[in-house]
Structure formats: structure tokens, C-alpha cells
């Protein structure tokens, strides 16, 4: 039985776990092993510049986490060596990072045990399938330019007849 002092801070450290997956838009539990110092770092570097949180999770405190917030689907993941990578902004982000570290790294045995978005649990396939999706930013663009576009080609048509039948109005009217 450990002593009063390490168990409040296990219990802080539960609460704010709990409080993290509460409040995340996604979250993707990973098997670690196998990935070398070098593909750790730029792992870690690529989820920092996408405002992904990625750590090492004790798969106790976080089972007793995932059960505070509602997530006891997770306790049969929470196995082996795990990690986390979570996102409060874009639910895609870490599923996409996590996909596309999968495919750059064949060799390693670093592998999606599960997760969450928008507070439901979900399974392998669905993560890996959320990893095919462009990020949210790109999916604006798309849909911004996907509307733009006729309009944009309504206004060079317009521009066109008016320049065919404008430029000689243009020099009548300077005579």
C-alpha cells in the first residue's frame, strides 16, 4: 500500500488525465515498441507542431483515468508498453500523424492499440481510417476554392464579353 503522499499524487495525476481526456477532441493509444531514438524524436517534433500532446501513459492511472471520463471500453488496450497522443483542437490530428508515422516506418512494431474522438471510443480501423483525411485546415481550403471556382469563372467569362465588346466602345468614346 503506498503512503499518503504518493497516492494523492497518483490521484492528481488521474484527475488530470481524466480531465485532459474529458476536454480532447481525439486520442489515440499506441504499442511503442520498437521505434528507434531517432524516429521517437521526429515523431515527437511532427505532434508539437500539429498541437498534438504525445507521452508515455502508465496504463494503471490511465485505465482508472478512462474509467472516471466513461471510456471503460479502453481497459482491454491498456496492456504493454502504451502511449498517447492527444489533441484538444483538430480530432483528426493525431490519427493522421499516427498514420502516416505507420507508413514511413514499416520496420517498427509501433502499432495502434485504440482511442477516442469527440468523446466516443473507438477501434484500430477507424483511427486508420481518420488518418486518411487531409487536415482540417486543407478540407477549408477545399471546400472554399470548390466554391470559388464558379464564380471565379463567371467573372473571367464576363470579363471576357465585356473586353470583346468593350474595346472598341472604349476608343470610340476617347474620339
Known sequence: ?????????????????????????AGVFVDYKG??????????????????EYSVVKN???????KEV????????????TSLAISMEDPIAPCRLVGDFIKK???ATFAVKG???????VDVETIMAL?????????????????????AAFARVINAIAEQQGAPAAETAAE
Not at 466513461?70 to 508498453?81: A, M, P, R, V
Not at 482511442?115 to 471510443?121: A, N
Open 131 to 151: 488518418s486518411e483525411l487531409t487536415n482540417k485546415n486543407d478540407l477549408i481550403a477545399t471546400v472554399l476554392g470548390t466554391l470559388n471556382a464558379p464564380i
Open 115 to 121: 482511442g477516442f474522438v469527440e468523446g466516443k471510443v
Open 105 to 107: 516506418n514499416p520496420k
Open 70 to 81: 466513461g471510456f471503460d471500453e479502453l481497459d482491454s488496450i491498456l496492456n504493454g508498453t
Open 1 to 25: 500500500m503506498p503512503n499518503a503522499k504518493v497516492l494523492s499524487e497518483k490521484q492528481a495525476i488521474v484527475a488530470s488525465m481524466a480531465e485532459q481526456m474529458r476536454n480532447a477532441k
Open 60 to 66: 494503471t492511472l490511465t485505465r482508472f483515468a478512462a
Open 35 to 52: 521505434i528507434t531514438v531517432e524516429a521517437d524524436t521526429k515523431l515527437r517534433a511532427d505532434m508539437r507542431a500539429n498541437n498534438v
